[in-house]
């Protein structure tokens, strides 16, 4: 009889596959199986799964059972999900067991498939007939999901989807229908399904975890053993006691600890390390029993600090006890060093040790995503003055002191909660967290401002610095961090445009300015190739003979759209985009061009803007232009201004003696308006000084005019160069300049910038007729200076 029934037990075994969901875990690893089985479950989203469904069902039901019953299925819900939010929040924290949660989740998973269940067998046998098509179909959905989510607990899967079988089954029984008894027959079928699915998959599950587990243990094994003979290595093998005490210490071992042997000998491996999480880390894997690899502990050695990183595995007695532990620690502080400053190098500026781009956007970002609505935040964008001018001039070491001390300056500038970093070259970038009001920001940049007016000591050389300051407010200006950030730097633009050492705030016009002279840069940039640039003449006249002496040429931009835009606008976008290079080598080219249709003794007069000093093309440049036009160097007269000295002054006079060296001359433009340090005098011996217009065009009634005009034509005069003074208006600017001993003029006075079609070099230019001081008509004049203006002369 027991015979037949063991048979019976086999067979029955076999048809129900429970060989397959059979898996032996030693003692030992019952509470790492309990993990396992527990967080595969747990990672299905049940609380969010039992919500959408329990208001869908309630919502359903709500149209056929009675309001007392909707209540008490609500509360039952409620319940349930409670206690599924209590069990994913006791996975998370881990404060209890592996085992005693997974206990729970196991009953919490039977009592939810009664409920579900129950509620099942209410709503087929309560709900009209023409809801059935959709309840039952979606009731065995729910069944089918229930199952194959819990394959990590099989056991109780099948038990949940047998009870939602039968809230299913006897409803429909009952009712004993053709459709009813067909949908009973689709609904067992589901369990019979199930029931092979769910356990095959567990087994599929079970098996993948407990051989990773025996392959990971195997492996660790044997790479402890082959440590073992490596004795030459840096690291040091370690053996402990169940309590964690170490035993029999190597020499090795207690070199690099620098302790004795008698003193490491039974003392607790976690009393070498530092106090810290990670030490409280090792305490915890030791009560665990676990093994654990590379395991990285902070520690002291003879006040050095270092780090070690320890790997162990727990070795068991034949009863199942904990005889010991082994293992083997390396020093991995070389390593843990070089990780430390790559990680700084990565998130800080080397130079300022202010936060770097990186960083500063990830703060930002972080920042802009936690901000409550209504919460005020502002984003100042710092850009030094002319920083590219005294890097270029006194070379990049002070240069990067310079960037040093400013990154400090705006540190202490702004309050102690904001965050300063340095964007790059020589911007910066400060974050304004959650501000009262907009006054904070304003006050932080003009204090920023404030702060890089005071020139910056270097090696005893005071050196001049500035800053420009845009801000931008979230969520004003943007609801996310790189739109504010954006806006900043469009205020920053604004800023340098309103002349530098100042703060501006973000207006929306500022974009539509942005897109403008961004369709500038486009449209510039093909002004050459469509033909739209054209070079005019302005006449330059001896004083004495009254003859010209030749013609400066002006750059005009005829644009199919905007018209003719001034150089004024279209100059600095050509500058600050390098564009001023190709179009410089162009002017050179077309005036010689020009010049070559010309009397022999005019001569034609070229401004040089500091890009095309910085050109290295631009030697050649000229020696082309000179060779294809076939016009004598002596005939072209090519202008700089002192500012362009100051930027990287060796090379540029070194470029001049070049140009020179071929026989073109050399005139300082706008003398007087700078620095006008008279060491450019003698640094490279122009052959013309340009008195700028704003001292001409007060020479007749102001004696300090007078004064410095004179005083310039006096010394160029001793230096053997010629004067020309420009903007010249009327006769008494004229007659006052003759008698400073004035070289030569140019000006409204005899002829505005014209073509070279237009130019008549048998006449020279008359003056103009005035109505209310004002030039009203310009003509072409004789050779000779008018009688008017000799008479002005005169009188002067």
Known sequence: MSGSTS????????????????????????????????????????????????????????????????????????????????????????????????????????????????????????????????????????????????????????????????GIVVPLAVTATGPALLGVGVAISGLVFMHWAVFNLNYMFATRRLRTRTLREANDTIQLLLNQYDEDGSDWLIECDEDGAILRPNARFCKAAKRSAEEMDGMRLSLLFDDSPQREELRAIGVREENFRNLILPLHIEGEQQWWSISARPVYKPDGSLDCWRGFIADVTRTRKAEEKVTYMAHYDVLTNLPNRSLFNTTLKRSFGRRDDGELAAVLYVDLDHF??????????????????????????????????????????????????????????????????????????????????????????????????????????????????????????????????????????????????????????????GDI?????????????????????????????????????????????????????????????????????????????LASSRVSSDRLELEITENLLMQDNEDNISLLHKIRGLGVKIALDDFGTGYSSLNYLRSFPFDKIKIDRCFVSDIADRDDSDAIVDAVVSLAGKLNMRTTAEGVENDEQLAKLRLTGCTQVQGFLFSKARPAAELDHGDAPRPAAHDGGKVTHIDPAPRQITTAAKDGRKAG
């Open 7 to 166: 048979k019976i037990g086999a067979f029955a075994r076999r048809a129900l596959q429970l060989d397959l969901i059979d898996h032996r875990v030693e003692e030992r690893d019952s509470e790492w199986w309990s993990r396992c089985k527990l967080n595969h479950t747990a990672a299905f989203p049940y609380l969010t799964y039992d919500t959408v469904r329990s208001v869908g069902a309630l919502i359903l039901c709500y149209s056929f059972l009675e309001t007392w019953l909707i209540v008490c299925l609500a509360v039952v819900c409620v319940i349930l999900g409670t206690a599924q939010f209590m069990i994913d929040r006791e996975v998370r924290l881990g404060r209890h067991s592996s085992q005693k949660i997974y206990r729970a989740l196991r009953d919490l998973v039977v009592v939810r498939a009664c409920v579900w269940g129950a509620l099942t067998a209410v709503y087929i046998s309560a709900a009209p007939p023409e809801f059935l098509p959709a309840l039952i179909p979606a009731a065995m959905l729910f069944m089918l999901v229930d199952g194959l989510c819990m394959i990590a607990i099989p056991r109780r899967a099948m038990v949940a989807v047998s009870i939602q079988c039968a």
């Open 388 to 545: 590219k001018a005294i890097n270029d001039t006194y070379g990049h070491a002070k240069g990067d002191v310079v960037l040093a001390e400013a990154g400090r300056r705006i540190e202490q500038a702004v309050d102690s909660h904001a965050m300063v970093a340095r964007l790059g070259g020589d911007e910066f970038a400060v974050l304004m967290d959650r501000i009262n009001d907009r006054s904070e920001a304003m006050r932080a940049a003009e204090a920023i401002v404030t702060a890089m007016d005071e020139p910056i000591d270097v090696d005893g050389q005071l050196l001049p610095i500035g800053a420009s300051v845009g801000v931008a407010f979230g969520p004003d200006n943007g609801t996310e961090g790189d739109e504010v950030l954006r806006a900043a730097d469009l205020a920053l633009y604004d800023a340098k445009s309103r002349g530098r050492r100042g703060a501006s705030v973000f207006d929306p016009a500022m974009q539509d300015e942005v897109q403008d002279r961004r369709s500038m840069e486009l449209d510039l940039r093909a002004a050459l190739t469509r033909g739209e640039l054209e070079l005019h003449y302005q006449p330059l006249l001896d004083v004495e003979s």
């Open 549 to 625: 002496a030749g013609y400066e040429a002006l750059l005009r931009w005829n644009h199919p759209e905007r018209g003719s835009v001034s150089p004024a606008v279209f100059i600095p976008v050509a500058e600050e985009t390098g564009q001023i290079i190709a179009i410089g080598a162009w002017v050179i080219r077309e005036a010689l061009r020009e010049c070559a249709t010309w009397p022999e003794h005019l001569s034609v007069s070229v401004n040089l803007s500091p890009a095309q000093m910085r050109d290295e093309g631009l030697l050649n440049t000229i020696v082309g232009a």
